[in-house]
């Protein structure tokens, strides 16, 4: 039970610091919170978007990847992957992680 409240405090704080736009700081959050849990999607995905924030686009294709992996369904992934495909300069992948997402609702 201290192990899940840890990881809510982690994932909070993260987002907290989101809305302060200190995405460094969230990314370091995220990143203890998936210590704790290393298989929740949200986690992954949140790490991803803050490294995608911070340019680090081969760090947040893994982390994206990651959350894909224990959660293909999420269509926001699949979009946030497509950017950062497209980051990449990987257009054609990016266009299937849009129409994957597009196909889920977004």
């Known amino acids: 039970m201290i192990g ?4 809510d405090h982690w994932l909070k704080k993260g987002f907290e610091l989101i809305d302060g736009e200190q995405h460094a700081e969230a990314c370091w959050c995220f990143e203890a919170a998936i210590e704790i849990k290393p298989d929740d999607p949200t986690a992954w995905l949140m790490r991803g978007m803050m490294e ?7 760090d947040a294709l893994f982390s994206l990847e990651r959350s894909l992996d224990l959660d293909p ?3 926001t992934a699949w979009a946030l992957t497509a950017e950062v495909m497209e980051a990449l300069g990987r257009p054609e992948e990016a266009g299937l992680c849009r129409e994957t ?4 609702g977004l």
């Open 4 to 7: 899940i409240a840890r990881f």
């Open 101 to 104: 997402a597009g196909k889920l």
């Open 73 to 75: 369904q999420r269509a």
């Open 52 to 58: 995608k924030s911070l340019d680090r686009c081969e």
